[in-house]
Structures are given as C-alpha cells and as structure tokens.
C-alpha cells in the first residue's frame, strides 16, 4: 500500500522538507518540552495539538504519494483517542502498569515511529529493507526511542475518582486555593459556572517529582459549600519507579496540601489573603527581605534593653521578630517603634524560651511526662502561654520534641523521653496548650517544634554534635513526634544545630522540602536556632556566610535567628541569580500571615494589656496548679519498709544541699521565673507542718565533707532522714552534657554515711536526666525522683512525704545502673545472639546486667495494685480488623491510688528486625482500696504497621504479642495471629 519512491529514498534532502522538519519540531516539542513544563491548560492544550500532527506531518513527509491514506488513519487514529474505550485503556495503564509498561505507553508516538519503517521494509524484501537502514530518518528514529525508553518519565498520571466535601464557598474555591502557600488552581471554565472543572497544583512527592496537578471537578452542596470530585492526578518532573504506584500517593499529597488546609482555614483566611497581597505590592526588595530576621534584645540587672542598631532595623523594616523581649512595657515600646516609626509600620512578632512555664515555673518537660497524664500536660502549656501572652509575648519555643535516648544528653531534660509512641501524644498536648484550637487568642501563643530533626541522637551524648542514623531508623523512631506535633497544628518549626545524612538541618532541603512540606503538608514558617545557618561554614558544607545563607534559604528556612545572613546576602543572592524572587515572596507570606492571625495588624498592642499582666501572671490560680502537676510528676522508685508516707509528728532531719533551696529548684531554662518566688523543700515541710530541723551535710560537688559531722548528729537525734541531693539546674539542659551521670560530689558519701547511723534515710532526687544511682538504690530507705519540679516544689513534695497525695508517676526514661550502658531504652531490638546467663556467647556485658536499674514506664505506689493477665476477643484476626483487649486491674492495697496500665505490642517475625517491645496505648486509672475495674484497649492496623523492607509504611500479617503490665518490664502477654483478608 504504501510506495517509498527512489527520490524520497536517497535523496539527502529529505531532511530539509518543510513537513518532516515541522513534523520533526512537533515531536520534539510534545515529548521533550511540553510534557517537562506542563504547568497549566494553555500549554496543554499546545501539547496535545502538536501530539494530533505529529504522525501525519512525519510520514507524509515519508511517503507523499500516500498522504490521502495517512490522514484518513489519523482521524480514525483521533476518534478511538477521544473515545471512552481509549480513555479507559489509558487510565488502566496509567493506574496500574509496571514502570516498564507505563514508559511504553508514553512514548507510543516514538515506538510508531521507529517501528513503522522496519516494518515496511521487512514486507518489501531484503534489498529494500537494506537500502532503508541507509535512509536518514531511520537512525535518527532508533535515537529518538533509544532516549526516551532510558530516560526518566517527564510525567506519568492516575485516575483517582475521589470526592470531598469543604467547608468553603464553592464560588470562592479558585481564590481559596489559590492563597495557600505552594498550592495553586487554574479554572477550565468560566469561574461564576457550576458545576466547574479546575487545575490544582500542589507540592510533589520529592526532589524527582517537584509537582502534581489534579484534575477536580467543582460543584455546590445544598449549604453552598465546595465539593470536589478529584478526577485524575499528573505528577510531573521525573519518574515515579521509585515510589511504587502513584494512586495512594496521589491521594495523600491532595489530602494533606489541598483538603485539610481547606478543613482547616483560620477565620477570615481569605480577606487576610488580600490584605497580604495588597501589602506585599507596596513593600520593597529590603523591607520583604526585613521580615526574615530574628534579632535578640536582653536583659541584664539594669533590666530589659536592645542591642546597638536593632532599634535602627526596626525603624527600618529590617527586622520582622524579635527575642528575649517580655513583660508589657518593654515589648509595647519596641511594637511603638516599629508600627509608628518604619515606613510600613509591619508590626514584629516577639518569641521567648517559655519551656516549662512563664513566672510561675512548672516541672522541667521530662518532668512532666513522668507525670503519663496528657491533660495535665496541656494545661501547664496553656497556663504558661497565658502568661506569656499577658507579659506581651507572642511566640514560644517549645515543645521540644527531640526523642531522648541518651541520658548523657542534658537536652533530655526538655523532652518527653525515650519513647516515640507516648512522645508524640505527648508534643499533641503541648502544641494544643500553648496554641489552642486557632491562633490569636489573647491566652495562647503560637507554638514552634525542635528541634527539626533528630537531634536528640547526638553522636556521644554531646550537644552539637553530628547525627548518623538511617533512613528507616530515622523516620520509625525520630521523624513521629515531629509530625504529630505539625498535625496537631503548630504554625512553626526550629532546625536543629546537627546535620542529618551529611547535610546541616538548616540547609537541609530533604528535611525541610520533601519531608516537612510536601509529606507533612505544613504550611506555617520555619526559624532557625541561634546563629545556625552561619555555623554551617564549620560544619564544612558552604565555604562562607553567603553561601551558607543561600544554602539555608533554598533549602526551605524562613526566618534566620541572630545570624543576620539574610539581611546581608540574600538581595545578593538575588541579584545573582541564586535565590528566586518567588521563594523570597512565599516566605515573607507566610510570617505575615501569622501575623495577621494573631491579630498585630488591627492591634499591634493586644498583648500589651498591663492590667492583664498584673492579674494572671503568677496567680494563686497558676501557683495551685503547678502543685497539683508536680505532685503528679514525682516518681517513687523504692519504699522499702513503708519508709513513706511519713507521720507529721515524726522527728525529720531534713539534710542535703537541696534540702534549703530555692534557685536549683526551678530548673534550667526557667522563664521568667524567680528564684525567690520558689518553695524550698525547707519551706515546704513547715508549710506542712512537719516537726524538722535541717543541716546542709555537702556542697554539690567538691571533696569538702566538713560539713558530715553536723548532719550525722542532727540524724542520730531524729526519727527518719530526708537527705535532698542532685544535680545543679546548670547540670542538665543545652551546652550541659555529661560524661559521668552519677550524683556529683561527695553527696553519695553522705547518704550511705547517714544509712550507716541505721535511721531510715528517704532520698528526694532532684536532676534533670536519668542518672547512674546503684550506690543511692542500695542505701536508701526510699527514694523520690522529683526532677526540677518549679515554684511549688516544696509544697508538692510534701505533699508526698506525708500522704497527702499517692505518688502515681511512671519513668519515660530508664535509668541505667552505669553510663557505659547508655545509650539505653526499652524498645531495644533482638540479636541473633539474645542475653541468655548462661552462656558467655550471647549479647551481654560481663561486668553489669543489660537491663536498666529502673525501666522505662516504671513507678511505685504508696498502695498495691494487681493486673491480670490481657485477654483477646478472639484468638485470630483478619489484616484490617481492630483488636480489642481487655485486663482487669485491681487495687490491693490499702490506700487510693492511680495506676498506669500500659500495653505494649511485639511483631513477632517481620520483613526487618523489631523491637523485643513497643509501647502503643495505656490507660491511668484511680481505684480505691479493694476496687476493680475492667480496661479495654483497642489497637487498629496503624498500631501494628511499620516501614518494611522496601520503606512502605504498614503492617504485615502473622502472630503479635500483646503485653499489658504496670512497667516495660514487668508484663503479661497474650498471642494473637493476623491473616491476610479472603478475596
């Protein structure tokens, strides 16, 4: 049928065809061009144009005298294109093929036009099918193909058939999504028409995949507001062989860029948006710039003061936020000159270190956690940002959330502990009391995650250092709490001074892009911690401060703290092409917004309410919770002999060189806090009531033991002693890593010198990390582990002693026996050699036992409670269904009391090596004496799920223990058995 004439066969020519040459320019358009930069419906449809003309163009080209035949294929060729039998084929491919088949499928154009020639040629006999391979086209074709089956698709696609409703006008749905940060739409058709199809552009999937684009289809409820029917995603910019299929990725990038920002919108987000464009339109290069600095101010024993020339950059709209700025005098005179005396009158926003409390000073977070209770968690965060708030702050830097693993790590002491599981419910609790449900309030503050990410794993237990740790380890141990407190809404973030896989988390796009923006959706803005972008010139990875800044902006940072790189590099940078225009606008979007959220704009001086101040800031209110917290803080690790409670008639010798107190009691980054306003364990005992006398016995370090003789007389005429020993507050939190985390000093020497009297000696420990005791274990009586418990130490702490209230709080971190056996945790993994005693040949240390002197989840009671074996509702399940399981617990003893059931899970064989235990669910429970109550816990698929071999996130079917106990260690299990579900 078809006859290649001897003309267009040899003649060389051919190549200068007009219509192979147009044919030729199509083909390299569509596929090399267009479908790489397919960014909106104009190009296309230009795509799909040139795609219609491309065959017939080519091979008319080829074979003139057959041109009549070769259009009449092509419209048949358009019909089955645009017929829904097509369209089905294709999304089929699209959906569910291998990558292999998927790139054959794309590049149909390509395989047509290397297959159709040898095909013509092999029907014309071997001469012929000879000279063919001589003609021009033919190797330049086999090239073609050869590129396109070796290179990376430029953009693949799914059909999703999803539908959503929002809580948004269906008429304003373009607009609306249109002002969330790195989303936007595109209408098909004409805006005011419903029901309406539209483009969404989102955040890809990684640095291969930098966007996708669904296609949505617009429609109203009967309220009015938008439902969308997601029709099909393209995920464009590289191939997707990595990652699987794309359907199920799709439909997370849409739910976590598009859906639940829209579920979620703060109150008047689209009237804020207008406002910020019609701002940003007056503001210049410098002034946007401007908002990207964080400056520090002090305060020193003349008070609150600024340093030279920042006052001059707030003037000057160089400056966007300022720290250590507090109480309302200071902070309205800075917001005076930045809203009066600059130019656009931007108002700042101020941060502070509110950790643990802002006046009146809570337990150290560790602390806390010890406490298991999560609304008392959350109500010491609101209580603190209520404060915070009344003294004119704005921003808190906290909830840390690093997971602490390494008790040598004095950040420890800011942290929830060493396990994942109970550390994200508890950065949830955090994130909700300091920021509430919607930022704004005149009691909240908005609250700012660290440190991002994994910092609590530095190398050595030092601070600063390096972390190395994988992929897997990283994102099933570290990676989670960080997410759950962006899930529960914090509007921002800190990098962390460590470096991860190499790269410093200030310039760490990974970390920043791919993980925290397009897998996290989060849409607040993230800061650095102080002077981090310059330190990573030592870290080795920029060769100065301007490429360290270009690297920290690129990567995704949105607020430089202190290192003043932005203001100085970055319209440079700029200039020169190394930091784009769009990315400068989208941060300063983003730290307006917050601004605007909290309300600054219509009242730059809504926080600075003096009267305010005067009345919540260290109220009786504030100061009687604090107690109750502490009290619920405070961990009994040993009550021999019922040493405690004790009887308020009973003669103490209260001893130590916490015993009189106030400054070490409130613990490291304390706020605002006064040591004055402090209750010393002295104060408080006599607060009680107590019959107590007291003797310093030692320093906290030193050799010096002067002072034994005294505090062993004062013993010998007493009844019981209550020896207070420790750490100072300095010990423990940032720059304070130790390498001997035993009691410091000669304060164990005293203790077992006071045991030696045989008076029953009660050790109330006060530290801010897990330490090494053996030697205070053996000679206490009883021991008390009360952390830095803040204002009301004293008061709670007697509390305690004398049976007012039951001690119910459980350790979140072990305590080892020795530091050589840290870093220590309970979720420790199995070896091919488990500990076994009696054999050498096993995991062990042969001069102390692996487990720890205290375990993770630990505590005692002043009564006695029984937990009964779990039990299941049936012995098998199906992959998907819920387990439910139920313990009865009892109280034994002869006191009230609160117990923490815990439960944990074990997978017992997996595609990669699991823990010998996880913690997943517990419950806190006050029963009186003798009374029972039956516990339900119910654990779903994501309980049981993990990253398996090939890093896909979910749960294998086979046998699971369930533990359930009042610790880690001491537990009761029940087996169970998941089958894959019947078809």
């Known amino acids: 049928m078809f006859t290649l004439s001897e003309r267009n066969r040899w003649r060389p020519d051919l190549l200068l065809q007009p219509a192979f040459l147009l044919g030729l320019a199509l083909l390299l358009l569509n596929d090399f061009v267009l479908k790489t930069a397919w960014s909106n419906a104009f190009t296309g449809k230009l795509s799909d144009f040139a795609g219609l003309f491309i065959f017939p163009l080519f091979w008319v080209a080829i074979f003139p005298k057959n041109k009549n035949f070769i259009f009449a294929l092509t419209a048949l060729g358009f019909i089955w294109w645009k017929s829904p039998l097509s369209q089905g084929f294709i999304d089929f491919w699209n959906s569910n ?37 001589l003609h021009p086209v033919f190797p330049l074709a086999l090239a073609f193909f050869a590129f396109a089956a070796t290179s990376k698709s430029p953009y693949y696609s799914v059909k999703m058939n999803k539908q959503y409703e929002v809580p948004v006008a269906a008429s304003q749905l373009l607009e609306t999504v249109d002002a969330l940060d790195e989303v936007s739409a595109s209408g098909k058709n004409e805006k005011s028409k419903l029901p309406r199809t539209i483009y969404i552009n989102t955040p890809g999937l990684n640095d291969e995949v930098k966007y996708l684009i669904f296609t949505v289809k617009v429609s109203a409820t009967a309220t009015g507001t938008a439902k969308l029917e997601v029709e099909n995603c393209n995920a464009y910019r590289g191939g997707i062989y990595g990652y699987g299929f794309l359907t199920e990725k799709a439909e997370t990038a849409f739910e976590t860029h598009v859906l639940n920002p829209l579920r979620n919108l703060p109150p008047n987000f689209l009237e804020t948006s207008k406002k910020i464009d019609a701002l940003m339109a007056q503001m210049t290069l410098q002034e946007k710039i401007g908002q990207l600095n964080l400056y520090t101010t002090d305060w020193g024993a003349t008070g609150p003061t600024i340093r030279e020339g920042y006052a001059n950059d707030v003037r000057a709209g160089n400056c ?17 000159i930045a809203v009066e005396e600059s130019r656009l009158k931007i108002p700042l926003i101020f941060g502070y270190d509110v950790i643990h409390g802002y006046k009146t000073i809570f337990p150290i977070p560790l602390g806390e956690a010890a406490s298991w209770d999560l609304n008392a968690i959350e109500t010491s965060a609101h209580i603190a940002a209520k404060e915070a708030a009344a003294s004119g702050l704005h921003w808190t830097f906290a909830p840390m959330v690093d997971l602490g693993r390494d008790a040598r790590w004095g950040r420890v002491m800011e942290g929830a502990g060493e396990d994942t599981w109970l550390g994200c419910r508890i950065a949830e609790a955090r994130v909700r009391g300091f920021q509430g449900k919607q930022i704004g309030a005149t009691d909240r503050v908005v609250a700012c995650v660290k440190h991002y990410a994994g910092y609590g794993a530095s190398q050595a237990g030092r601070d600063y250092n390096t972390v190395d740790m994988s992929e897997r380890f990283f994102r099933e141990y570290y990676l989670p709490p960080y997410r759950a407190a962006v899930k529960a809404g914090a509007r921002t973030v800190m990098t962390s001074f460590n470096d991860y896989d190499g790269v410093p988390a200030s310039g760490n796009s990974y970390l920043l892009r791919n993980i925290l923006r397009q897998e996290m959706g989060f849409n607040g803005f993230v800061v650095t911690d102080y002077t981090s972008i310059n330190e990573m010139v030592m870290h080795g990875v920029v060769a100065d401060e301007k490429e360290a800044a270009e690297l920290a902006f690129n990567a995704g940072v949105d607020m430089d703290m202190q290192s003043s790189g932005f203001a100085r590099f970055l319209a440079e940078s700029l200039k020169a092409g190394n930091v784009k225009q769009a990315d400068i606008d989208v941060a300063v979007r983003r730290i307006l917004r917050i601004k605007y959220e909290l309300g600054l704009f219509d009242d730059p001086y809504r926080f600075c309410n003096a009267e305010r101040e005067r009345t919540v800031v260290f109220s009786a209110e504030h100061r009687q919770a604090a107690r109750e ?20 008639s009973t003669k103490i010798a209260l001893i130590g060189p916490l015993a009189d107190n106030q400054s070490e009691l409130i613990g490291n980054w304390s706020g605002a806090g006064d040591a004055k306003d402090c209750v010393s364990l002295l104060q408080g005992l006599r607060n009680a009531g107590a019959n107590v006398e007291h003797a310093k016995g030692c320093e906290f370090e030193g050799n010096d033991k002067s002072g034994f003789s005294a505090a062993l007389a004062l013993a010998q005429r007493s009844d019981v002693v209550v020896l207070a020993i420790g750490e100072r507050a ?32 009660v050790v109330v420990l006060m530290n801010g990390r897990p330490l090494a005791i053996p030697r205070t274990a053996k000679a206490a009586s009883a021991i008390l582990e009360a952390w830095w418990l803040g204002t009301e130490s004293g008061n709670a702490l007697a509390d305690i002693i004398f049976g007012a209230y039951n001690p119910s709080g459980k350790l979140p971190m072990s305590f080892p026996h020795h530091v050589g056996q840290v870093p220590l945790f309970y979720n420790e993994k199995s070896t091919g050699r488990p500990f076994d005693p009696n054999s050498k040949w096993t995991s062990k240390y042969i001069d102390f036992p ?17 937990i009964g074996a779990p039990k299941t509702d049936k012995a098998g399940y199906m992959v998907g269904e819920k387990l439910s399981i139920s313990v ?33 669910n517990y419950q806190k429970v ?44 001491n537990v009761q299990k029940v087996r169970v058995k998941f089958e894959e579900k019947r078809p």
């Open 730 to 761: 300095m010990m423990s939190g940032e720059a304070a890593s130790r390498v001997d985390i035993s009691i410091p000093g000669v304060q164990e020497d005293l203790l077992e010198a006071l045991a030696a009297t045989g008076k029953p000696v």
């Open 629 to 648: 917290i502490s009290r619920k803080s405070v961990v009994l690790l040993k009550n021999d002999k019922n040493a405690l409670p004790l009887n308020k």
């Open 888 to 920: 009865q617990v009892q109280n034994s003893g002869t006191r009230a009391g609160e117990e923490v059931v815990q439960l944990y899970i074990r997978d017992l064989v997996g595609s990669v090596t699991r823990p010998v235990r996880e913690l997943r």
């Open 320 to 336: 966007g936020a300022l720290f250590n700025s507090h109480t309302t005098t200071f902070t309205r005179e800075l917001q005076r």
């Open 97 to 133: 093929a291998p990558y292999a088949i998927g790139r054959v499928v794309d590049y149909l154009d390509l395989l047509a036009l290397t297959a159709l020639l040898p095909a013509y040629a092999l029907t014309q006999g071997r001469q012929t099918s000879a000279r063919l391979r």
């Open 926 to 969: 006050m029963l009186l004496p003798g009374e029972s109550k039956t516990l339900t816990f119910t654990l779903s698929e994501e309980d049981l799920s993990f990253f398996r071999r090939d890093m896909s996130f979910g749960m294998e079917p086979g046998e699971f223990d369930i533990m359930v106990g009042p610790d880690s260690r």
């Open 850 to 866: 692996n487990e720890p002197l205290y375990p993770f989840g630990y505590g005692l009671s002043y009564t006695t409670f029984n």
